[in-house]
């Protein structure tokens, strides 16, 4: 009973907080302490409950029932520097600290079946701008947030070969601010608050497959497939009526209405290669593609308008590398790194993502008693610049802006789990 307490209470942790977070577009992978601290080697190695994020087939390595619960702190920061005719502006965005929680329940029914559930976000993002800054009729706040529920079946095929399955259903919500400049009927201008909100749901899949070829060598390869989330909500104004003229660049009329968008999100395919040297030492080579390309527009739809904006993002790869070493059969020491490739086109970049490619620095360790083991990481992410020299994105022009460029972009992210096996 107290077990089935801590299983219900973790899920409602990770319903209740919302993720966020800078990942290359926006793609999170804080889905457990460990994973973050050898930068997602666990792959090939797949050898925890929380496989169920990164390679689900490994779970058949997990005698009996396992449960793990945790959570991330990102704390991101950075500043979008813009030119216009007055000069050099510079905007640093809102220091906040973004809670990512994660939960993972697996059970072994016989020697050939597993079952297995995991409920973690694989895309989200935050981003806030003072109300008055230079870029407002682009955004001042967004968020997108995603919880995905993954139901999966993993089977042992024999003493070398495990596949698994699972469906993915995923919530997904976003909003968006951004100033609207108006004109009253006469003739006075002020900027118009415009809040989009909405909500709904998607489904997908994920494949795994785990390949122990002997005691030192193993090879993972996982897929999640693409999700289609259809997204119907509001947008609100803070100011309508019959006394505002309408807006020259694209809003027809300032009211309240309904709004509906349709955010596809990508699929992507990971691949690690494991090798265990000796008993307490273990690396990891891996790298995922993710086909960022099926993100080629964000368009919502209004009654009386639409907002088209174009995208046209490339698809992005990510290199990982990492080494665990365990000194005491009770302690673990960890270390990763990756690189990920841009995937942004600056034709068409706006503040919503500030991010063109970036790098993580990753450390960890682990402590395990009896039955419980706490899993304990820190993550530095370094992010590379942005340049608004050429972008088309809308709001950004028409609010004077020449130029610009993000910098000095970064994230920390700090990071626990705890984990108990039956």
């Not at 399955?165 to 006469?186: C, E, F, Q, R």
């Not at 807006?247 to 990971?270: F, Y």
Request: hydrophobic letters at 40%; aromatic letters at 14%.
């Amino acid at each position: 009973m107290i077990a089935l307490r801590a299983v219900f209470l973790a899920f409602v942790l990770v319903l209740c907080c919302t993720p966020y977070a800078r990942g290359e577009g926006f793609a999170l992978n804080e889905w457990s302490a460990r994973g973050v601290s050898l930068a997602n080697g666990l792959v090939g190695r797949a050898d925890d409950v929380s496989a169920l994020a990164y390679n689900a087939a490994g779970i058949t390595q997990l005698p009996g029932t396992h449960f793990m619960g945790g959570l991330a702190f990102i704390s991101p920061s950075g500043s979008v520097e813009n030119y216009t005719a007055s000069g050099s502006h510079t905007t640093t965005a809102k220091p906040a600290t973004w809670l990512a929680p994660h939960a993972f329940f697996s059970h072994q029914l016989n020697d050939t079946v597993w079952l297995g559930l995991g409920v973690f976000s694989r895309f989200g993002l935050g981003n806030s701008y003072s109300g008055d800054w230079t870029g407002r009729y682009n955004m001042y706040d967004v968020g997108v947030q995603t919880i995905s529920f993954v139901p999966t079946l993993a089977l042992k095929i024999n003493n070398v070969l495990s596949v698994s399955a699972g469906v993915d259903i995923m919530y997904g919500n976003m909003y968006l601010g951004t100033k609207i400049p108006t004109v009253t009927s006469s003739m006075q201008r002020f900027d118009n608050d415009m809040q989009l909100e909405g909500s709904g749901w998607g489904i997908g899949g994920h494949l795994g497959l785990h390949m122990r070829l002997n005691d030192q060598w193993s090879v993972g390869l996982s897929y999640k497939s693409q999700v289609t989330l259809h997204l119907n909500g509001d947008v609100e104004f803070s100011w309508h009526g019959d006394n505002l003229a309408r807006r020259s660049a694209h809003l027809p009329e300032a009211r309240d209405c309904s709004a509906e968008a349709t955010l596809q999100l990508p699929d992507s395919i990971a691949l690690g290669i494991a090798f265990k040297p000796l008993n307490n030492l273990s690396f990891e080579l891996g790298t995922t593609w993710t086909r960022w390309s099926t993100y080629n527009a964000l368009n919502i739809y209004m009654e009386d308008y639409d907002s088209i904006n174009n995208k046209e993002w490339r698809d992005g790869w990510n290199f990982n590398a990492s080494v665990e070493y365990k000194p005491f059969d009770w302690w673990s020491l960890r270390a990763g790194f990756f690189y990920e490739t841009p995937v942004i086109d600056e034709d068409h970049a706006d503040f919503i993502v500030p991010t063109n490619g970036r790098k993580t620095l990753s450390l960890g360790t682990g402590f395990s008693w009896n039955n419980w083991t706490l899993d304990l990481a820190y993550s530095h992410i370094w992010v590379n610049s942005t340049d608004y020299g050429t972008t088309s994105s809308s709001g950004i022009r028409s609010a004077g802006i020449i130029s610009g460029h993000s910098k000095d972009v970064s994230a920390d992210i700090c990071m626990f789990s705890l984990s108990y096996a039956f």
